[in-house]
């Protein structure tokens, strides 16, 4: 009996413990805030060039300076007046919040601004950086003269092939076939390793392995299971060899759409001002054409839509595709643009895809040109 009424005196006490070992941070900041301040926290996101005043660059001494935890924590909590960021208090609750905020902290701000230069960062500028870049993603006149282009950290190709271990072989033996030279007689090991050590945490961000897809309109149920993951079920992947293709769309035959409804509260779309909004922000992952094939793609699972297939252009009508921009779609890395642009914005880019890909007067116009 004792026994029991412990057992029932700890259980919300152990239910809290199991809900905060269950807290993914880095997962919150990539649903809830990558769209806006960009995977590396350098306000260097999609959206990032239609936002006035621009998403805050949390990698800037300036900001690390002025942002302490609980102005942050405000931020997240009730928004920012005067600025897209939006509140969070309804979606994410405060323990969800402070993590965030924490996993921001720890990850993209760096210490005070009088704070003496790492080791490895001593060794980057001095070594690395006439190559690199200052940034690391390869310094413009390496890209222009050299045979190689220098290493770009930043990119996906670097975060998905580079190894720790591999970097430091590197750093020591050189690469054969490029200007990487060994430096493993000009440098010691400690010194080899606290410069790939900067490079990953500086340039190659926080690893996210494993996160594709948001639940940003819909969390998982006790299952474990999104809503998206419920309705879209998709082949076995293998090896990539064609566009993938939820089974709910495969052979279907989709009510066809009424193609001359207009747009939502009387709103007009600017196909030209679209086009702009659409290479701006969407060509990474949907593909200049349409098509879903952007430079992004290939790491993104669910795959971006492709508005070139039949069955997109008998279910994208205009109010469908205002309501999708706005929306986002939940277990896709599709987000809702509602928090980045304007409503006359997503009525421009509804407008330009209608007409470019739905309707198919983009490629129309190309093939005339």
Not at 135 to 157: I, V
Not at 241 to 267: C, F, N, V, Y
């Amino acid at each position: 009996m004792r026994h029991l009424l412990l057992l029932l005196l700890l259980s919300p006490v152990l239910s809290l413990a199991a809900e905060r070992q269950a807290l993914r941070p880095d997962l919150l900041y990539h649903n809830y805030c990558s769209v806006c301040h960009g995977d590396k926290g350098d306000g260097q996101s999609h959206a990032s060039s239609s936002l006035q005043p621009p998403p805050r660059d949390f990698t800037s001494p300036e900001t690390a300076s002025a942002l302490t935890r609980e102005r942050m924590i405000h931020s997240v909590t009730h928004g920012v007046p005067g600025t897209a960021m939006a509140g969070w208090k309804e979606q994410l609750s405060a323990e969800e919040i402070a993590a965030v905020v924490d996993y921001v902290r720890k990850n993209f701000m760096p210490g005070p601004a009088t704070a003496r230069k790492s080791r490895g960062e001593e060794i980057y500028s001095h070594t690395c950086s006439v190559c690199h870049g200052d940034k690391g993603n390869s310094a413009k006149w390496g890209s222009n003269l050299l045979a190689k282009r220098p290493r770009d950290f930043t990119s996906e190709a670097s975060r998905r092939e580079l190894t720790r271990e591999r970097m430091i072989h590197s750093v020591t033996h050189g690469v054969p076939g490029t200007p990487m030279v060994g430096f493993g007689s000009q440098l010691s090991k400690a010194d080899i390793e606290a410069v790939v050590d900067y490079i990953r945490d500086t340039f190659m961000g926080p690893q996210t392995a494993g996160i594709s897809g948001t639940y940003a309109h819909g969390k998982p149920d006790k299952s474990g299971e999104s809503p998206a993951s419920k309705a879209e079920k998709f082949p076995e992947m293998g090896v990539i060899t064609q566009p993938l293709i939820p089974e709910s769309e495969k052979g279907a035959r989709p009510q066809a759409a009424d193609m001359r409804a207009p747009l939502p509260d009387g709103l007009k779309g600017n196909p030209v001002e679209g086009k702009a909004l659409y290479i701006q922000n969407c060509v990474p992952c949907h593909g200049i054409a349409g098509d879903g094939e952007g430079p992004r793609a290939y790491f993104i699972f669910p795959r971006p839509r492709n508005f070139n297939r039949d069955y997109s252009r008998a279910v994208f009508n205009r109010p469908r595709l205002y309501h999708s921009i706005s929306e986002g779609k939940v277990g896709t890395e599709m987000p809702a643009w509602s928090r980045a642009l304007t409503p006359q914005q997503i009525a421009d880019l509804s407008e330009y895809v209608f007409q470019a890909f739905i309707q198919g007067k983009e490629k129309a116009a190309t093939a005339q040109r």
